[in-house]
């Protein structure tokens, strides 16, 4: 993470405490729950009332090839979020915070967001998690923070001169490990 996102981060997180209340975030009904395409979809629903919510909604759900339990939810033509189920019922929600975060003060924005709407939820007791890879043609860094069922994921990688932000937020059971919303 370069110095001025870095900087931004610090500076927005210093004021989550001021402006928390007046934040612009889409929280959903339940911890047990996560916001997708404007509707609240709840861990252990049936597909059908999965797949029903996001009618006329403008999203799109695609079968995840060689995965029968895994779906992605796009729109615009561009992969926001995906579900898996087990045993016949919604076991894991991930959705991608932002997919074109172009500056560092976007994504300490969207960092902040991703935070307060986790505090909202009543998310406290909370493990924090830091990654970091290198290699001659790139460089990846990012933050874990694990809060119960829910899940932040934070990373910037920097690869032929350029950065790429990404935020992922998972909700559910252990089968996060196999699921990606990309």
């Known amino acids: 993470m370069t110095r001025v996102a870095l900087a931004s981060l610090i500076v927005f997180l210093g004021g989550i ?15 047990n729950s996560m916001n997708v395409c404007g509707e609240d979809i709840e861990i252990g629903a049936l597909p059908k009332v999965v797949f029903g919510k996001f009618e006329g909604t403008g999203c799109i759900v695609n079968k995840v090839a060689d995965d029968p339990d895994l779906f992605a939810i796009g729109k615009g033509g561009a992969t926001i979020a995906s579900v898996r189920f087990s045993h016949g019922l919604l076991a894991t929600i991930t959705r991608e915070w932002a997919t074109d975060i172009k500056s560092p003060e976007e994504f300490a924005t ?12 009543g998310s406290s007791q909370c493990v924090l998690s ?9 460089e ?16 910037v990688i920097a690869e032929s001169g350029r950065e790429k932000f990404h935020i992922e937020e998972t909700l559910g059971d252990k089968t996060w490990q196999k699921t990606s919303a990309k």
């Open 110 to 121: 969207a960092v902040v967001n991703a935070l307060q709407e986790v505090q909202a939820q």
């Open 130 to 138: 830091t990654l970091n890879q290198a290699n001659p043609s790139f």
């Open 140 to 155: 990846a860094r990012g933050s874990v923070i694990k809060c119960g069922r829910r899940m932040l994921v934070f990373s």
């Open 17 to 31: 405490g001021a402006t928390s209340a007046n934040a612009q975030v889409a929280v959903a009904a339940s911890s």
